[in-house]
């Protein structure tokens, strides 16, 4: 089956996508730290679990935590205990090592960490992954989806125990994506001679949208793999008002399956609705209602200039704004990735979200 309402979790679950598969497994041999990033549900989860599919891996899913204020080391710590608990059963070794970092307590295929100030250091957990792995001659990957969340943890600092990762665990590889591209760089600071990060090689793969030729052939391909025959007429139309993002061609498909004759319509409803819930999130998140201005305003003509943003803010105030406020919103909306800069212009690369924002209300 091509259309999942999950992430695909296998290398035949996915359609093309080879070269980042290729490129990812080389990266996780060979890489200390590989950045995968992309848009919202471009497929990002996905060729991470796909390639990575049989390795020995920890999974940990940040995005879990996108809705919440902070994160406590209490919570990174759980995330953490449940992959272990999984890889327990089959390697032994893995929990004799474990054992042996205090706050960590092993009773069979169960681990427990103490809570509070006896917890376990994550650098000491990683110590004893880094051991393992190191025994069995194989790298371990430690994959963190969503990764820019962490830099809401409160109480501890993550960036310290990356970097050591990366410069003296060598049979651990650190595989992070991001919805978010630029927060997730600023939350690295690989570029900060303050950060623990500095300086240190990141390869980064980018999973781009569908092209439309490739979008039309995934569904012509889903469809025929479940056995049902659609008109290329209404796959057309569907690209046209989905464009290249696989979540939303696939939920597309699972609709169309179902009834062909309302999926298009009720796709785009659904997914409009996504769109502009998670868009609102982020402007009362940063609690100005000039990102709404903003963003219609890339939405409307095809893009925006710096120049338009600027004319646009200040007639709609009727004061003078700062140089410096209109790139901050600009940039805001970029790392957040509902902006795309091509050139000189600023536009919404997803159609959904761009369709949404012509009569977006956000309420804050
Ligand atoms: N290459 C692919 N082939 C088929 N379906 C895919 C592919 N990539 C993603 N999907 C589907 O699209 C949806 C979103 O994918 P996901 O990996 O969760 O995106 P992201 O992590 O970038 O938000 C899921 O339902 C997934 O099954
Ligand atoms: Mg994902």
Request: charged share 30%.
């Amino acid at each position: 089956m091509l259309f999942l309402d999950r992430p695909a979790e296998k290398p035949e679950e996915l359609f093309d996508r080879e070269e980042e598969l290729e490129r990812l497994r080389r990266a996780a041999e060979s890489r200390r730290l590989t950045l995968v990033v992309g848009m919202r549900r471009v497929g990002k989860t996905s060729v991470v679990k796909a390639g990575t599919y049989g390795m020995a891996r920890i999974y940990i899913d940040a995005r879990a935590f996108e809705e919440r204020p902070y994160i406590s080391y209490g919570d990174l710590l759980e995330a953490l205990r449940r992959e272990l608990r999984r890889l327990l059963p089959v390697h032994r070794r893995l929990g004799e090592l474990l054992a042996r970092v205090r706050g960590v307590s092993v009773a069979g295929v169960d681990v427990r960490f103490e809570a509070g100030r006896g917890a376990p250091s994550l650098s000491e957990l990683l110590q004893a992954l880094d051991e393992w792995a190191g025994g069995r001659g194989e790298k371990l990957l430690v994959i963190v989806d969503e990764a820019q969340e962490l830099v809401k943890l409160k109480g501890r600092q993550i960036l310290p125990v990356l970097g050591n990762a990366y410069d003296h665990l060598r049979n651990l590889s650190l595989v992070l994506t991001g919805s978010k591209a630029g927060l997730l760089l600023r939350f690295l600071r690989l570029e900060d001679s303050a950060s623990p990060l500095y300086g240190r090689y990141a390869e980064r793969i980018e999973i781009k949208p569908f092209t439309r030729e490739q979008a039309l052939e995934y569904l012509r391909e889903g469809f025929r793999r479940a056995g049902a025959s659609v008109e290329e007429r209404l796959l057309e139309a569907a690209v046209d008002a989905l464009g290249g993002v696989v979540g939303w061609l696939a939920y597309f498909g699972l609709n169309a399956l179902r009834d062909p004759a309302t999926a298009l319509e009720a796709t785009v409803e659904r997914a409009a609705e996504i769109a502009a819930g998670e868009f609102c999130n982020f402007v009362r998140y940063m609690g100005t209602r000039r990102y709404v201005s903003v963003a219609k305003l890339a939405a409307a003509a095809g893009g925006a200039r710096w120049s338009d943003v600027k004319r646009l803010l200040q007639a709609e105030e009727g004061r003078p704004i700062s140089d410096s406020e209109v790139t901050k919103l600009l940039r805001n909306l970029v790392d957040y990735g509902f902006l795309e800069k091509r050139g000189e212009l600023y536009a919404v690369p997803d159609p959904v979200l761009r369709r949404s924002l012509r009569d977006i209300q956000c309420l804050i």
